[in-house]
């Protein structure tokens, strides 16, 4: 029969990709459709952040929104990574996603963008971060104990570690897309993770870039949708079905969200809590509880405060991760909790008609709990009070209940989504049409 | 000499007023010079809620503004209500305040505005609601078992308990100021405050009214500025001072803030919590949580919010005040610790030349400690921690910092303003001019 012959294909080869996003841009359907060309995939399956991102900040519009933008553009299936991974910085955020996508049970290969593009020199680089060599440790203490950051240190004791490779590492090392990259090779060396990793070059503007051509950052298209530019030029960015997903959701009042839309609940808190309280948080050492209560006290926007706090040590993304952390209360114990668990369940967002039959794969493969309905995440969170896997739905949710009040239309703001929402179905496709 | 007699004249008479001054306006003016009218007193004190209001709302602007209005139209000091009795309902707020002005060992008389005017009708009820005689609290309980909301069965328990006064018990009973006449009465004669109570019949608009006129209300006044209505129905309303300080808060970007501009912090606050720990808060029982979080749940603002929660037993200012309870995080246990103790300090909000004088004899009258300088404050919540007395300083001042954050302008947003602001010095007068 066609339908086992499929089913046994899907087994052979199904492509894993880690995702924000925020939004769904020509560069990660680049991604996709270059990543898909190196095998004979059965589908693919993108682990996505929820309406958190790893900059700490709130996405563009939701969760279901964006899924639905990347199952327009090819991907079948659509699973959350939850709050406490997709918030974290890139070891952990890389370590949960990667985690996921081996506990679907299907997925073989992760295929991940680069500005390199050079698999088996990242490959060597990973492979020291995840074995830390003696000599390599030497080195790296000694330049932490100078003084340096650690992300200068790393790159400066990669440099004289490896030596012959010096000149090509000046050139990976800053790469936002390499330093991620690195961080899925490592896990997938550290823990001997059977997924099969590809590398495909980034096209384009840089991460950072704000300007606006076919290959646009995610940066900028959200930058050119908050100045209200001319939607001209986020057309030129993006497939069509996220441009029109993206004035769907404007025109529903439901976006488009920007990073300081949260600014009163975080300053308030602040003002509220304690040096003592902060220092429980995590994320929170070396006397930072006193640096962010005193930016607290005298700054009067959330970019006052994050400028205030910033300094070589603490970058901006990681003082809006930390301040996210204070503001769901996620303390120190907590995330070791999460940590040790890895992802617990599959939070299903959306699938397409192949994505429906590798789910039925993914039932029979992962040990996972599934959701592919709210009602069933709900049932899972009342009935393991107390758990890892209960706390981890309870704190995805409530980053929902917080993110929809940022929503511009006050009647979209309802709470309880995650309980209530049923994934993004694209229609099966008819075959041969 | 001069001096000494006026000391003793002081000794005397002095009269205390409590006022919220949300702005001081014509009624306030007429309450206090009528008031002064009926002796021959040496001074006018007036103990004055904070930046949060017994309605469970900021104020228009700040207290040191407001304290600035009262000292420009007669009133000789200011002192702050602690945030614990003036975000109360109407017996604690009474109790705060008369306490308040008794431990400052120099106030002779009460003062107090009413919509009755008939002083010892209003002590014969308050003589009954401080002794509970045994009969009318049974019909009082018969009341409630009849699922009456407390108000309404206290009203027709004191009309049938006092017969003969019924019809003028109908037309008092309801009086938002008759009300709060009630409470200080009842705190007098519970307590044995050998304070002399004086009552003024009010003018113009009721407190509930929007129209504005010589003697609209503080509320019409409000809503005025907030709908930028003309700045003349305004300038006929308050003395020409409130209107001045009030355009120049503007003007600096710290007014007029809106009963719903915590809206978001509230929001967010109560979409994180869990209704176990809402059960802890102050004026939470009878499964209100619950009513809360589900209430949290499908509202998208605060007004909605409110709206929703509110029912015959839970009114719009008490579901206002237990809001800011669960945001400042005041437990059941606080509180009764707040009220066994009662104020605990002066923080003198301004001051007149005479109120000057009348400070020196309160540093030797009174048991509490005064604070005519933000830093004293900060030093005594510094050195007490743990004691009721730090707790209310720190609830004082994050009261305050949180409020600061509600000013328009970002650049006055600046926390620690307990800690660092003086009071309003009202310049000494040149006799004779």
Known sequence: MILENEQENWAMAVLGIVAEYNPFHNGHLYLLEKSRQQGDFSA???????????????????????????????????????????????????????????RTGVVTHLAFGSESGQLSLLQKIAGILAHEPESYKAILKK?????????????????????????????ILPG???????????????????????????????????????????????????????????????PPATEEILQREIS???????????????????????????????EVSEGLEFRIKEAANSCGTLEELRQCIKSKRYSLTRINRTLL??????????????????????????????????????????????FSR????????????????????SLDSRATDVYSLLFPSPATRRGGRDFTTSPVILPPMVPGT
């Open 374 to 393: 709210g009602s069933e995440m709900k049932r899972a969170c009342d009935e393991n009070q107390g758990t890892a896997l209960a706390d981890m739905i």
């Open 176 to 238: 936002p897309n390499n330093i991620l990259g690195l961080e899925y090779l490592r896990v997938i060396e550290e823990e001997g993770i059977p997924l099969v990793p590809l590398t495909i070059p980034r096209q384009g503007s840089s991460f950072h870039s704000s300007d606006l051509s076919p290959f646009s950052s995610a940066r900028a298209i959200r930058q050119a949708l908050y100045q209200n530019l001319s939607w001209e030029k986020i057309t030129s960015s993006v």
């Open 252 to 282: 529903l009042g439901r976006a488009a969200i920007g990073p300081d839309n949260l600014d009163q609940a975080i300053m308030v808190n602040l003002r509220l809590i304690s040096t003592n309280y902060l220092k429980g948080i995590y």
């Open 325 to 370: 952390y204070t503001l769901f209360a996620l303390s120190k114990n907590q995330i070791e909790l999460y940590d040790q668990h890895g992802p617990q369940y599959l939070h299903i967002l959306g699938f397409s008609a192949k994505g429906q039959k590798i789910l039925q794969k993914i039932k029979i493969k992962s040990k996972l709990k599934i």
């Open 143 to 171: 330049g932490l104990s100078r003084g340096l950051s650690f992300p200068l240190a790393r790159s400066l004791a990669l440099q004289e570690f490896m030596g012959a490779d010096k000149k090509e590492l000046q050139e």
């Open 44 to 102: 693919t399956i993108a682990v996505m952040s929820g309406n958190f991102l790893q900059r700490g900040e709130p996405a563009l519009c939701d969760k279901w929104a964006r899924a639905e933008m990347a199952l327009n553009a090819g991907v079948d299936l659509l699973i959350e990574l939850p709050f406490c991974f997709a918030t974290r910085s890139a070891y952990y955020f890389a370590r949960g996603a990667v985690q996921l996508l081996q």
